[in-house]
């Protein structure tokens, strides 16, 4: 019989993710502290709706019924956020231990239903306690991650295997810190590399402290989104090189190379600051696997008004673009992988995160939704995976985003990426088709592709 031609390598590795404030309801439960994502949430004005994580999927509530969500999918693994300011109240210092037992709940339940656990330490919710002290702007931000990363090595990586620092380190200071979309809402070209140089200082005094009080493994979660430049002008090439040094460098060369991509400078000019020389040897340590988030791609032009970076992208006609506005464009998920390679050499790679928000019928018939726009995202995706696995990527696995429809942060719940449909009224889960193929392909391992 001939091997299935997008059968993928045996043991490679099928799960779904989510995130702590996205899904997990309750965020001042049992003595946690507020997150910057509960301020920001409950400032007027921020959130599509004005919807807020206060309920979110109840996971907080629901956590055993929602891994049997999981097990019916038969996922080999599970990532997920642990809210920091659930852990520890005021950031650093004093422990709670009802919120260290919710995570380590989860956890024994994971094993107990074979699932793997996948903890990322921070994606974006920082307690509001550290904000209040100059958050991620704060120099002492990375000894305050690594105090937290420690507790939860502790409490933790006897039963999680595989962890990550931060989730889109890129996300929380484009938004958060130079556009102001996404909290804590700042606008400032002064303070966004100093967040994002602090993000990767944070990060490696996180796997330092690994290296001390783990024996799994560690890594970091990039997003990265190839650029292709609109045209061969001399300019639109410039342009397409700072988006790509913007997005796809900043972040994963000090931490992967102990360097930065001079086209920073270019982008930031006076506001780009000179850094410690011994930060990038901070930033700069060894790690275990990288996790790669891919949702779109860019065709980028130049364009001198575009602030700071003068590249806008240029959107493409006759192509399917999600809810969100993104293309779908599959090759990209190809490309960004062997560009990763190529530039960082054969580290261990995961996609992290991949899915799209489509419109969903309301209406749950006979305990079927039919959402044939992700189902088929979902299917040319995975096609693209093998590709580069076929092209000699060394990659180990793929988490869908997400298990189940959430609150997608300031858009709020009318975004739905979901495998599972969730009705916010009632709590009800429903697979959607597309989890229906996510479970196939697991249990053939792409086979049915
Ligand atoms: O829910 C988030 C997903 C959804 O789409 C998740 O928490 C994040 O980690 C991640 O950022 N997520 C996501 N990203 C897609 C980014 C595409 C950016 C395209 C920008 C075009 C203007």
Request: hydrophobic content about 40%.
């Amino acid at each position: 019989m001939t091997r299935p031609r997008f059968r993928f390598p045996d043991g490679f590795h099928w799960g779904a993710a989510t995130s702590a404030y996205q899904i997990e309801g309750s965020p001042l439960a049992d003595g946690a502290g507020p997150s910057i994502w509960q301020r920001f949430a409950h400032t007027p004005g921020m959130m599509a709706n004005g919807d807020t994580g206060d309920i979110a999927c109840d996971h907080y509530h629901r956590y055993k019924a929602d891994v049997q969500l999981m097990r019916a999918l038969g996922l080999q693994g599970y990532r997920f956020s642990i809210n920091w300011a659930r852990v520890l109240p005021e950031g650093t210092g004093r422990v709670n231990p009802k919120g260290l037992d919710f995570y380590s709940r989860l956890v024994d339940e994971l094993l107990e239903n074979g699932i793997a656990p996948n903890a990322t330490l921070f994606h974006w919710d920082l307690p509001a306690a550290l904000d209040d002290r100059g958050g991620w702007l704060n120099r002492d931000v990375a000894h305050w991650f690594a105090e937290y990363a420690e507790v939860m090595f502790k409490a933790l990586d006897d039963r999680v295997p595989r962890w990550a620092t931060l989730n889109e380190p890129w996300v929380v200071t484009d938004g958060g810190y130079l556009h102001g979309a996404l909290a804590p809402g700042h606008r400032s070209k002064y303070e966004a590399p100093i967040a994002a140089h602090n993000l990767m200082r944070a990060s490696g005094a996180g796997i330092q402290a690994y290296r001390a009080h783990g024996k799994h493994e560690i890594g970091v979660v990039f997003n990265i989104e190839p650029k292709y430049p609109h045209s061969d002008s001399a300019e639109d090439l410039a342009a397409t090189r700072r988006a790509h040094a913007y997005m796809n460098q900043q972040f994963a060369d000090p931490a992967l190379l102990g360097s930065y991509p001079p086209e920073l400078k270019e982008i930031f000019g006076d506001a780009w600051p000179e850094f410690p020389a011994d930060d990038l040897k901070l930033t700069h340590q060894k790690v275990d696997f990288v996790g790669i988030n891919y949702y779109t791609r860019a065709v980028v032009k130049h364009d001198p008004n575009a602030y700071p970076l003068k590249a806008v992208p240029v959107p493409q006609p006759n192509k399917t673009y999600t809810e969100t506005g993104w293309e779908v464009f599959e090759q990209g998920l190809t490309d960004t992988l062997t560009w990763f390679k190529e530039r960082y050499g054969n580290i261990p790679l995961y996609i992290t995160e991949n899915g799209s928000a489509f419109y969903d019928p309301p209406v749950v018939e006979n305990g079927e939704l039919d959402d044939p726009l992700r189902t088929n995202y979902l299917r040319k995706h995975l096609k693209a995976l093998h590709d580069a696995i076929e092209a000699g990527v060394n990659l180990k696995g793929y988490y869908a985003w997400s298990l189940m429809d959430n609150l997608e942060w300031s858009l709020g719940f009318s975004k739905r990426f979901g495998l599972y449909h969730v009705d916010f009224a009632t709590q009800q889960r429903t697979p959607k088709a597309s989890a229906k193929l996510y479970a196939q392909v697991i249990e053939s391992n792409g086979s049915v592709l």
